[in-house]
């Protein structure tokens, strides 16, 4: 058991290390100066040889590109990825009061996916093959071919524009503070509700799908039939020997879904303005604010590299045939 | 029927056994023969005329040469026939800024008065090249890496693994719209940031298939015979394994126009004002308040042909797997 976390860390740190690379590499593959990044419109003509010199000082921009990179990354470990060209404030103060925002949104999205998700899953994997069963996996396969922001729109369309049931867009209505608290936590409850469909339908069905394989995979195996053999009910059997089986596989899922839930979150937060993460990688990307767009990209993917590092250890945790199997 | 071809002959019959999916075939044929021809199908160009000078066909020049500054010709024409759709995707006719479907314009107008449906019809050609073009990246650099890792292991496989697990780690389209901003957005960047992106999953199916038969017997036999390793890899293995390539790759394809018009609708897909699904869909969220056929039938047209190519490709390897229905 230790020696196999051990070595999935071992992974993770070399991983790490190739994330950064990875987007070192691709920063210094723009073409033309770095500097220009940093003073951006102004042109490198109009400004005095001085200054120029004391920014190349100031970001290495004179050292060799594997000193520049090491320079980066001994920031980075302690999360300094510089000031924002847009408000000179530290990449990691905005990233870090956004944050909040989009881990609420992408949490409550996360649990009604799963709450809905998981039990149609096991619904399908039990009346497999029969009409009903077909019938709605078509569905689920039709959900996964629908663009997110055309949903959003639609959903737009008829909750707010048709019917005036929800806000449109935003965190919060203009007269938030004027209300009571209550009145409070209804006004951020509505403004959460489309978001969060737009955000845990696809999700929904990866999760359907995901646990529908899991549970028919369990359902084949040799356990099962005995348990049947011994006249154990067909719901007996699903719930006490499949289910708790099956669920194992479902841990995988948590470490793959982080990737997808931050890619979502980009679309989801632009179109209805929620003032994330996503939205501030977006406006970084459309105004070339570089610091930003390299801390995010960095952040973003060791955040993924983590929650798939947590899954694995839990998985081995959970499935005693992975940490033994590592021994043989 | 030879031996050769029986593998494909078969799973063509298997694929034909459902209707579902070769409705979706003929969908996507259909949407790809209405991208070949859309100069031909949206044009405010005539496409057959008849001047002083002689017939001509002014429509069928903007194959090759994008002429948005199109002025009719002084001498009128004695006949003119006209494309099914008379409008060019880019003609601004501010006159008639968001009009509703009817007036003229089947799905009405946006709000540069562009008409919407001659815009859709020349965005499938956006949306199918950058599919295709971004697909074939895919397949090729993940069909190589995969062929190395499985073909010659030790090594080459835990280096092509590592490059795999970084790559799995950065959110998709957030890479994506960095790549694409760093380097301006065009339809090549968009191309080649799409095919850089998202080849791991073509490179692990060929990276299994090779280390399932590279110890097979015929390619035992191959190396037996004193062929070179290029040889026994493009020869022999790399055929075996186009069967689940050709289901990743219609995989692909929906992915590929599925976040391209995503790119597009947040502003940094093909650049403005060549027409795109995504982009339609974008000027549809500044006007949601009243425009909602600008959000109907663009969505629509994303929509029908990611699933078209989904259902395909989940038929396809239905009809491969010898051990299904």
Redesign the interface.
């Known amino acids: 058991m230790t020696t196999y976390i051990v070595r999935r860390l071992l992974y993770a740190v070399l991983t790490f290390f190739g994330i950064t690379v990875a987007t070192f590499v691709l920063i210094h593959s723009v073409p033309g100066d770095p500097i220009s990044f940093f003073i951006g419109r102004a042109g490198l003509n109009t400004i005095p040889v001085a200054v120029l010199d004391s920014i190349r000082e100031e970001f290495h921009l004179d050292d060799p590109l594997p000193v520049q990179y090491l320079h980066w990354v001994r920031a980075a470990v302690t999360l300094d990825f510089g000031d924002s060209i847009v408000d000179r404030r530290p990449v990691r103060d905005r990233v870090l009061e956004k944050l909040p925002n989009t881990f609420t949104l992408n949490f409550i999205a996360f649990t009604v996916a799963a709450l809905f998700g998981i039990p149609i899953g096991i619904w399908s994997a039990a009346r497999s093959g029969r009409f009903a069963e077909r019938a709605s996996a078509v569905g689920f396969f039709l959900l996964y071919s629908l663009p997110s922001f055309w949903v959003a729109l639609l959903l737009m369309q008829l909750f707010s524009v048709r019917n005036d049931l929800l806000p449109l867009f935003g965190m919060t209505s203009d007269d938030y503070f004027e209300l009571s608290t209550p009145a409070r936590l209804d006004d951020r409850l509505q403004h959460l509700v489309l978001p969060v469909i737009t955000m845990a339908y696809a999700q929904l069905a990866i999760f359907a799908r995901f646990s529908k394989s899991a549970l028919t995979e369990v359902i084949r195996q040799d356990f099962i039939t005995a348990a049947r053999a011994k006249g154990a009910a067909p719901i007996a059997v699903y719930w006490h020997h499949a289910f708790r089986n099956a669920l194992i596989p479902l841990i995988t899922l948590f470490g793959l879904t982080v990737p997808y839930l931050l890619s979502g979150s980009v679309i989801v937060e632009q179109i209805f303005q929620w003032d994330g993460v996503g939205l501030l990688y977006i406006d970084s990307v459309l105004t070339r604010d570089y610091p930003t767009v390299m801390g995010l990209t960095v952040i973003t993917a060791v955040v993924t590299l983590l929650a798939s590092l947590v899954a694995d250890i839990l998985y081995a945790f959970a499935d005693p045939r992975v940490r033994l199997g590592e021994k043989a | 029927m030879t031996p050769a071809d029986s593998l494909w002959r078969l799973s063509w019959i298997r694929f034909r056994r459902s209707r ?1 999916a070769t409705f979706a075939l003929l969908y996507v044929a259909f949407t790809a023969v209405v991208a070949l021809f859309a100069p031909l199908i949206a044009n405010r160009k005539p496409l057959l005329s008849r001047t002083a000078g002689g017939w001509s066909s002014p429509a069928l020049r903007d194959f090759w040469i994008p002429d948005p500054d199109y002025d009719p010709p002084a001498v009128a024409a004695t006949y003119a026939l006209r494309a099914p759709v008379a409008f060019s995707p880019n003609t601004i006719d501010l006159g008639s800024r968001l009009l509703p479907p009817g007036n003229g314009h089947y799905l009405g107008t946006d709000d540069l008065g562009r008409d919407v449906l001659s815009r859709m019809i020349h965005g499938a050609r956006i949306s199918l090249t950058v599919g295709f073009f971004a697909t074939i990246i895919a397949v090729l650099v993940g069909s190589f890496l995969g062929a190395m890792a499985g073909y010659y292991g030790g090594a080459a496989d835990w280096i092509v693994s ?2 795999i ?11 994506l ?3 694409v ?3 301006r957005p065009s339809m090549l960047t968009i191309m080649i940031a799409l095919g850089l992106t998202s080849w791991t999953n073509e490179a692990r199916y060929v990276r299994g298939e090779f280390l399932r038969i590279r110890e097979v017997e015929f390619a035992q036999a191959a190396r037996a015979s004193g062929a070179r390793d290029g040889r026994i890899i493009f020869r022999h293995l790399l055929p075996n394994a186009l069967a689940p390539m050709l289901v990743s790759a219609s995989f692909g394809v ?1 992915s590929a126009i ?1 976040t391209e ?2 790119l597009s ?4 897909g093909v650049p403005l004002p060549t027409a795109s699904w ?1 982009s339609i ?1 974008s000027t ?2 500044e006007h ?3 425009a ?1 056929w600008l ?2 039938f663009p ?1 629509l047209a ?2 029908s042909t ?2 078209a190519f ?2 395909v490709g ?1 038929r396809v390897r239905e009809a491969l797997d010898p051990h299904s229905d």
């Open positions: 579902l590592r490059v697990e970084v790559v799995l780690c950065f959110p998709f389209l957030l890479l719209l960095g790549i901003a760093l380097f929906a599925l018009s995503a609708f947040l502003g940094l995504g869909l549809a969220h949601i308040e009243y909602w959000v109907l969505g994303i929509f990611v699933a989904n259902i989940e």
